[in-house]
């Protein structure tokens, strides 16, 4: 709605132009009347914001073509209608240089007339906004190509992809000393076994959008699997900066996040930062109730795994192995190993313990899941979940040789007549009495795909049968099919097939 100002000294004058069109009709607003410039210039001020003003020329105090003048200044977007008399013609000219975009004779004025001239000036308004929409379009088009291409070149130097020479006239752009911040995700796995790949990766666009929306200065993208990258001007209060990025993001999404950090005074110490980041964030792993690591100098994790031939020098028995890896528990816990070296070593002691006694698909994929644990309280967990599975399936390949077939059957029937409802890969496992891990190591060996990207596949099916066949809205599509969040049931869909459900439904009565 456009605001609309009028400013005669004539009363009758004042009224009959107010009483000649219906403002609200024309989505305008009729903020007031006045009888001179100054009045007139008063409430311009109070009120902030004035697009069309329809002025008497002559008047006391202040003339139209002065409040003219005037009011461009405030507002240079104004279009200004001049009221005049026959023997003002010369102000008119005048007016018209400075910027008025017509005039009307009080003698001859008609309501068709005035209706006309106001709708002159409705038509350039809405001509500029187009203007200024396509303007802003193509810079904030500029700006995003622009940053991105900054992103790209930063993440290859990090990632030692590019030399720092080959992109040093973008990168010396960020102005020093830069806040480096990386955050990882907390319990990946267990939120990619709710949610699935594809809603890990919409949250951390989602992240990276609201940053930018947010932010004036500054980057965020991902740099890992599970990992963003933060760079923030420098800040006094570096650690009160973290706090409240965690605290926004946690808030705005279902993600917990661990963030690390390091100061980077010079751009050709980026990859020294990166690596300074890296190595705070490590500390996690030992200390997982803290969230935020700052780096300190003298972090050092140094000493390195046993290598698997010492590993199976020293298991002899089965009392021998307990005393050795709870040796080997209370060593992890010194925090003198890096977390990759540490699960390196539970991966090694796993393969001395069963290799060449159960498959190697199936140890391979308990050596991952123990490479993806976060804490150390996860590792030995795992640890012990696949030491117990292994034995497991030792004694059951004896006496029950086709047990897994038979789980595997007994879940994909429980998961194709539930998967419209709540299904984790908690509930099948309960369902079918195996552990969550040991189960999700089966379907994955079997199926060839995760078990909550399967879920999801039977539920976009069942999505795109609904949206073809019946007239459901998009909202009860997404509930019928087993989705609770309609807006991630439609970002997703359209991940999944390249169209919207809405497109979906259109594409296919075509």
């Given at each position: 709605?456009?605001?609309?100002?009028?400013?005669?000294?004539?009363?009758?004058?004042?009224?009959?132009?107010?009483?000649?069109?219906?403002?609200?009709?024309?989505?305008?607003?009729?903020?007031?009347?006045?009888?001179?410039?100054?009045?007139?210039?008063?409430?311009?001020?109070?009120?902030?914001?004035?697009?069309?003003?329809?002025?008497?020329?002559?008047?006391?105090?202040?003339?139209?073509?002065?409040?003219?003048?005037?009011?461009?200044?405030?507002?240079?977007?104004?279009?200004?209608?001049?009221?005049?008399?026959?023997?003002?013609?010369?102000?008119?000219?005048?007016?018209?240089?400075?910027?008025?975009?017509?005039?009307?004779?009080?003698?001859?004025?008609?309501?068709?007339?005035?209706?006309?001239?106001?709708?002159?000036?409705?038509?350039?308004?809405?001509?500029?906004?187009?203007?200024?929409?396509?303007?802003?379009?193509?810079?904030?088009?500029?700006?995003?190509?622009?940053?991105?291409?900054?992103?790209?070149?930063?993440?290859?130097?990090?990632?030692?992809?590019?030399?720092?020479?080959?992109?040093e006239q973008r990168i010396e752009s960020l102005?020093?000393?830069?806040?480096?911040?990386?955050?990882?995700?907390?319990?990946?796995?267990?939120?990619?076994?709710?949610?699935?790949?594809?809603?890990?990766?919409?949250?951390?666009?989602?992240?990276?959008?609201?940053?930018?929306?947010?932010?004036?200065?500054?980057?965020?993208?991902?740099?890992?699997?599970?990992?963003?990258?933060?760079?923030?001007?420098?800040t006094e209060e570096p650690r009160d900066t973290?706090?409240?990025?965690?605290?926004?993001?946690?808030?705005?999404?279902?993600?917990?996040?661990?963030?690390?950090?390091?100061?980077?005074?010079?751009?050709?110490?980026?990859?020294?930062?990166?690596?300074?980041?890296?190595?705070?964030?490590?500390?996690?792993?030992?200390?997982?109730?803290?969230?935020?690591?700052?780096?300190?100098?003298?972090?050092?994790?140094?000493?390195?795994?046993?290598?698997?031939?010492?590993?199976?020098?020293?298991?002899?028995?089965?009392?021998?192995?307990?005393?050795?890896?709870?040796?080997?528990?209370?060593?992890?816990?010194?925090?003198?190993?890096?977390?990759?070296?540490?699960?390196?070593?539970?991966?090694?002691?796993?393969?001395?313990?069963?290799?060449?006694?159960?498959?190697?698909?199936?140890?391979?994929?308990?050596?991952?899941?123990?490479?993806?644990?976060?804490?150390?309280?996860?590792?030995?967990?795992?640890?012990?979940?696949?030491?117990?599975?292994?034995?497991?399936?030792?004694?059951?390949?004896?006496?029950?040789?086709?047990?897994?077939?038979?789980?595997?059957?007994?879940?994909?029937?429980?998961?194709?007549?539930?998967?419209?409802?709540?299904?984790?890969?908690?509930?099948?496992?309960?369902?079918?009495?195996?552990?969550?891990?040991?189960?999700?190591?089966?379907?994955?060996?079997?199926?060839?795909?995760?078990?909550?990207?399967?879920?999801?596949?039977?539920?976009?099916?069942?999505?795109?049968?609904?949206?073809?066949?019946?007239?459901?809205?998009?909202?009860?599509?997404?509930?019928?099919?087993?989705?609770?969040?309609?807006?991630?049931?439609?970002?997703?869909?359209?991940?999944?097939?390249?169209?919207?459900?809405?497109?979906?439904?259109?594409?296919?009565?075509?």
């Amino acid at each position: 709605m456009y605001n609309v100002m009028i400013v005669d000294d004539e009363p009758i004058i004042r009224f009959g132009l107010k009483s000649s069109i219906d403002w609200e009709d024309k989505n305008l607003h009729l903020i007031g009347d006045f009888s001179n410039g100054k009045q007139a210039l008063e409430a311009m001020e109070r009120t902030g914001h004035v697009d069309i003003l329809i002025t008497d020329i002559k008047m006391p105090v202040m003339d139209g073509i002065t409040l003219m003048k005037k009011a461009l200044q405030m507002y240079p977007k104004l279009k200004v209608v001049l009221v005049s008399s026959y023997n003002e013609f010369e102000y008119v000219r005048e007016g018209l240089t400075h910027g008025a975009v017509d005039y009307i004779l009080k003698q001859t004025l008609e309501p068709d007339q005035f209706s006309r001239t106001i709708h002159k000036c409705i038509d350039k308004l809405l001509e500029e906004e187009k203007v200024t929409e396509k303007l802003d379009h193509a810079e904030q088009t500029n700006k995003i190509n622009e940053r991105r291409r900054t992103e790209q070149s930063i993440k290859r130097v990090l990632l030692r992809k590019m030399p720092y020479q080959d992109c040093e006239q973008r990168i010396e752009s960020l102005p020093m000393p830069q806040l480096l911040l990386l955050g990882s995700i907390k319990e990946l796995d267990r939120f990619e076994d709710e949610f699935g790949f594809l809603y890990k990766n919409l949250i951390i666009e989602e992240i990276q959008d609201r940053f930018y929306r947010e932010t004036e200065d500054g980057y965020c993208f991902p740099i890992g699997e599970n990992e963003l990258i933060f760079f923030l001007g420098n800040t006094e209060e570096p650690r009160d900066t973290v706090n409240k990025l965690k605290e926004r993001i946690e808030k705005e999404t279902s993600l917990k996040l661990v963030f690390s950090y390091a100061m980077v005074s010079d751009p050709e110490k980026l990859v020294e930062g990166y690596h300074h980041a890296s190595l705070a964030g490590k500390q996690y792993f030992f200390q997982s109730n803290t969230e935020i690591f700052p780096y300190e100098r003298g972090v050092k994790m140094l000493r390195e795994p046993l290598s698997l031939e010492e590993i199976k020098a020293q298991i002899h028995g089965e009392e021998s192995l307990e005393n050795f890896l709870e040796v080997r528990f209370v060593h992890w816990k010194e925090e003198d190993m890096l977390p990759d070296n540490v699960k390196k070593e539970a991966g090694y002691i796993l393969k001395a313990l069963y290799w060449h006694k159960v498959e190697v698909s199936v140890l391979m994929d308990y050596m991952s899941n123990l490479a993806s644990s976060e804490t150390m309280e996860e590792l030995t967990g795992l640890f012990h979940e696949a030491k117990n599975g292994c034995d497991f399936l030792l004694e059951s390949e004896s006496k029950h040789p086709n047990t897994d077939n038979e789980l595997l059957d007994k879940a994909l029937s429980y998961i194709h007549h539930h998967f419209t409802q709540e299904m984790t890969l908690q509930h099948v496992a309960d369902h079918i009495h195996i552990s969550r891990n040991y189960f999700s190591i089966l379907f994955k060996r079997f199926m060839d795909i995760n078990f909550i990207d399967y879920v999801i596949g039977l539920r976009i099916n069942k999505a795109k049968e609904l949206l073809s066949h019946t007239s459901l809205k998009v909202y009860e599509v997404a509930g019928e099919s087993g989705f609770n969040d309609v807006k991630y049931f439609s970002k997703l869909f359209k991940k999944v097939t390249g169209l919207s459900p809405g497109d979906y439904r259109t594409e296919h009565h075509k």
